[in-house]
């Protein structure tokens, strides 16, 4: 196999484990939240954090590099449209990500202390639970126009 099928073979799993993982934690927090079983939701929240480190992270600094890199290996520019409207839609996802993980890491922070100190979550906490979400839908729905770009090639 040469570099730059390595490269597109990589660049396409690492897409599906970034989706992949983003939806899978979504769900289950999402999920978890109706519930409303503390013990629950400090353990998925605690786990959803740990996927996001160790799978979606990796992957959402090796997507733009190795795009990069096999947009250059084929003569295309960032200017092409469907490389243009993709990159603009990845930063989309990420402008939603970036505080994601942040609400992530407070809800996971949040839910521990609470647990551990046997009272209920606080209103607060739903508060950062609904912005969590709210974000999730933007990001979800960029994401799954950028797969549909890498596929055609156009838009």
């Known amino acids: 196999m040469n570099t730059y099928l390595l490269v597109?073979?990589?660049?396409?799993?690492?897409?599906?484990?970034?989706?992949?993982?983003?939806?899978?934690?979504?769900?289950?927090?999402?999920?978890?939240?109706r519930t409303k079983n503390l013990e629950a939701i400090a353990e998925v929240s605690r786990l959803v954090v740990r996927a996001d480190t160790w799978f979606t992270t990796p992957t959402v600094i090796f997507q733009p590099l190795s795009?990069?890199?096999?947009?250059?290996?084929?003569?295309?520019?960032?200017?092409?449209?469907?490389?243009?409207?993709?990159?603009?839609?990845?930063?989309?996802?990420?402008?939603?990500?970036l505080p994601v993980v942040w609400l992530q890491l407070k809800l996971r922070d949040i839910a521990r202390q609470c647990r551990d100190a046997g009272q209920p979550l606080p209103e607060h906490y739903w508060r950062k639970a609904r912005i969590w979400e709210w974000l999730g839908y933007p990001a979800f729905l960029a994401v799954t126009i950028i797969f549909f770009l890498m596929v055609n090639k156009s838009f």
């Open 67 to 97: 795009g990069l890199w096999l947009m250059h290996q084929t003569g295309l520019t960032p200017t092409t449209g469907w490389i243009l409207v993709s990159l603009a839609l990845f930063a989309l996802a990420g402008v939603c990500w």
């Open 8 to 33: 597109k073979w990589l660049h396409i799993l690492s897409s599906v484990l970034m989706v992949g993982t983003g939806f899978g934690t979504a769900f289950y927090l999402f999920f978890i939240h």
